[in-house]
């Protein structure tokens, strides 16, 4: 990114962002289907292991989002990549994304009085569905906004 | 009956010769914010329309209004 002036970069930042947000839901919505093909009980260490990073990548995402990311860039770069629209949209996508949350804690309170859910599995669900529907609202709204005017 | 915020931000800042990078440097925000406050996608704080309306020139008032 040398030779590029700052607005150039943040343009460039913001893009990549509003391009990987819904990409990086998707793949970790696709992620649970192998939580949820797992045997039940399951005990193996390749289970935990799978577990650990499903957590480890829910906790980056969540400070993502959190956050607005670029955490390792100049901090006038970190700033205007999260300006005040971008602020707007990722509080946006945050209010979606805890409707979706409470959203699939009511279904798991439905489904439980047929069938019981794990703990884990109700946790597994209601943080996925949080995360990534934040994420995709986030991403939608950046793609909208980036479009030349 | 609903209200918007209007604005004339882009057609002042063509009289200025200005592009929405520009414009967006001397505000201190992304040229994305420029374009949704232009078309009318995001409504700006309080902050940043003072700032807008002073780097095109002009007051509050002039630069944005409320269309309903």
């Known amino acids: 990114m040398n030779g590029l002036t700052i607005s150039e970069k943040v343009e460039m930042l913001s893009r990549r962002r509003a391009r990987a947000l819904p990409t990086l839901a998707v793949i970790f919505l696709a992620q649970q289907a192998s939580y949820f093909n ?3 009980q399951s005990d193996r260490t390749v289970d935990h292991v799978k577990i650990g990073a499903w957590l480890l990548l829910s906790v980056a995402l ?26 707007a ?14 959203a699939a804690a009511i279904t798991l309170y439905v489904v439980n009085m047929f069938e019981l859910v794990s703990g884990r599995d109700a946790i597994h669900v209601i943080l996925s569905a949080g995360i990534a529907v934040a994420m995709i609202r986030f991403g939608m709204l950046e793609r909208r906004a980036l479009k030349d005017g | 009956m609903a ?9 002042r800042r063509s009289e200025l010769g200005l592009t929405q990078v520009e414009l967006a440097e001397r505000v201190g925000v992304t040229r994305k914010t420029v374009n ?8 700006p704080s309080t902050t940043l329309a003072i700032k807008l309306a002073a780097a095109l020139g002009l007051t509050v008032e002039q630069l944005f209004w409320i269309e309903r």
């Not at chain 1, 949209?89 to 409470?102: I, K």
């Not at chain 2, 949704?36 to 409504?43: D, L, R, S, Y």
Request: hydrophobic share 40%; net charge neutral.
């Open chain 1, 38 to 40: 797992m045997p039940e």
């Open chain 1, 62 to 87: 969540l400070a993502g989002l959190g956050t607005g990311g670029a955490w390792f860039r100049p901090r006038e770069i970190r700033e205007l990549v999260n300006d005040e629209s971008t602020r």
């Open chain 1, 89 to 102: 949209h990722r509080q946006a996508g945050l209010v979606y994304g805890f409707w979706a949350a409470m």
């Open chain 2, 3 to 11: 209200e918007r915020l209007a604005n004339r931000l882009k057609e």
């Open chain 2, 36 to 43: 949704t406050v232009e078309n009318g996608i995001f409504t």
